[in-house]
């Protein structure tokens, strides 16, 4: 079965701080892959999706940036974090080529002081 | 761009009761994924129940069950029921069919709180 592992569970980074968030898929190959952002009292706003190795696309210009370096391995990045960046971040995959369910990490609470 | 509305902020209900929970959607789309996902105070995503644009059977898993209503664009989550443990934040979510195998994740609404009073 295919299961996803998010991490760190949670986050606390000064302000300019870099950031680094992990996501693996196991059980599944060549997922799509996805980073939200849950703020909080709102619903989950697609930040990246990826369809493949190195292919990443952003859906809200911000500062952050994401990578894909192996197939079921997903990066959040930021090199100087803002206090806006501040929020609960979901990676999620789904079987490539069906426009069907995503399924969805634990999720990564960031505060950023 | 789609976009997905559910107008109750939070709703309550009582254990055992039957509680409906609405959401409506814009789209100019005719094939499409609706979806309701739970997310509970682990703040984990969980898919509750898919319903296919094309489908005119509503879906049901269990104690879910779904009103979907194409002309309407409206797509309603029922709970019958209701059991503790169904308290959590749902979320109704639209996915294209047309969007390339899925590339484009899923576009949600901004959630009702349930509370399930015992």
């Known amino acids: 079965s295919q299961t996803i592992h998010q991490w760190p569970a949670t986050l606390v980074q000064p302000v300019g701080s870099p950031l680094s968030l992990e996501c693996t898929v196991e059980?599944?190959?060549?997922?799509?892959l996805y980073w939200y952002r849950q703020a909080a009292g709102r619903g989950l706003q697609l930040l990246f999706y990826s369809v493949g190795i190195g292919q990443i696309s952003s859906e809200v210009p911000q500062n952050l940036s994401a990578s894909r370096p192996q197939d079921r391995q997903f990066i959040l990045s930021s090199k100087k974090l803002l206090l806006s960046d501040s929020g609960f971040y979901l990676c999620a995959w789904s079987v490539p080529g069906l426009n069907t369910e995503a399924f969805f990490g634990q999720g990564t609470r960031l505060t950023v002081v | 761009a789609q976009t997905v509305t559910q107008s109750q902020p939070e709703m309550s209900v009582q254990e055992a009761e039957t509680v409906t929970l609405s959401c409506t959607y814009d789209t100019s789309e005719s094939d499409y994924y609706l979806f309701w996902y739970k997310q509970p105070p682990s703040r984990q995503m969980i898919l509750v129940i898919r319903q296919e644009a094309y489908k005119q059977q509503n879906a049901t898993e269990n104690r879910f069950s779904v009103n979907f209503q194409k002309a309407a664009k409206s797509f309603s989550l029922k709970i019958s029921d209701s059991q503790l443990g169904d308290a959590a934040m749902y979320f109704c979510?639209?996915?294209?069919?047309?969007?390339?195998?899925?590339?484009?994740?899923?576009?949600f609404g901004k959630g009702t709180h349930l509370i399930i009073q015992p």
């Open positions: 059980g599944t190959s060549n997922p799509n």
């Open positions: 979510a639209y996915r294209s069919a047309y969007s390339g195998g899925g590339a484009d994740g899923l576009t």
